[in-house]
């Protein structure tokens, strides 16, 4: 019997807009914009100077977010060390937890105590990772979230050469008659969503161009 939140309630492509492309210094605006939009999900970067050469927001600033809005709230690890502190998400009730499949974690026992907390879990992939790692790893998860930049910062370029690994992982899953979800992450915009709609993306996150006001409207028609 599955506990935890599912992510097939989700329409069959969605746009995710990313917190960490709005306004450090007013989040409650970033959360209410994307509420205008009638948009269910937020994306939430963590990140531990570690694993990536930035930091961002830890559990009490998602405690604090999550007291003032319903949106589903999916926490992306970059850490070296992601089972420390995933019990400091759980408890703070985030939705959906990815980490990295470079990172220290035990993957197997990761994933099932994620699930056995009741919260949706993804394997995120950088994008020097052959996706064929994922592979053994897609019937133990929600979702498979793809890295079209490196990891840490907002406003990179996209990288064209994960289109081809989304599209085969894609593949297997249809092979395999799957439901998780496939996420792209980094450099995302109007044109490059179209890319990874076309390679077989559902997840579309963004945070630099859903949160300028000229990029948001094509990024956001596409994907209407
Ligand atoms: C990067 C983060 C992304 C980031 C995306 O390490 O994982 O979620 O917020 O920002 P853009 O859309 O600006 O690349
Ligand atoms: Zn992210």
Excluded at 6 to 12: A, E, H, I, V
Aim: negative net charge.
């Amino acid at each position: 019997m599955i506990h935890w939140p599912s992510l097939k309630k989700f329409p069959k492509k969605l746009l995710v807009p990313s917190l960490l492309g709005g306004d450090h210094g007013n989040l409650l605006s970033s959360l209410k914009l994307i509420e205008s939009y009638q948009l269910p999900w937020v994306h939430v970067d963590i990140m531990d100077g570690h694993f990536v050469p930035n930091l961002s927001f830890g559990p009490q600033t998602i405690a604090a977010l999550k007291q003032h809005s319903f949106l589903f709230f999916d926490v992306h690890l970059m850490l070296e060390h992601p089972e420390t502190l995933v019990p400091y998400f759980i408890k703070v009730g985030v939705d959906l937890i990815s980490f990295h499949i470079e990172s220290q974690a035990p993957i197997a026992s990761t994933l099932q105590y994620i699930h056995d907390q009741y919260c949706a879990v993804g394997l995120a992939c950088n994008p020097d990772t052959p996706e064929e790692q994922l592979v053994p790893w897609l019937r133990q998860v929600d979702l498979i979230l793809f890295m079209t930049v490196q990891p840490g910062f907002c406003g990179q370029a996209f990288l064209n050469n994960v289109l081809p690994k989304i599209a085969r992982i894609a593949t297997v899953r249809q092979k395999g008659n799957s439901s998780f979800r496939i996420a792209v992450d980094g450099g995302i915009d109007a044109v490059s969503a179209e890319k990874c709609l076309a390679a077989g993306a559902d997840i579309i996150i963004s945070g630099t161009s859903f949160f300028d006001p000229v990029k948001r409207d094509p990024l956001q028609q596409l994907l209407s």
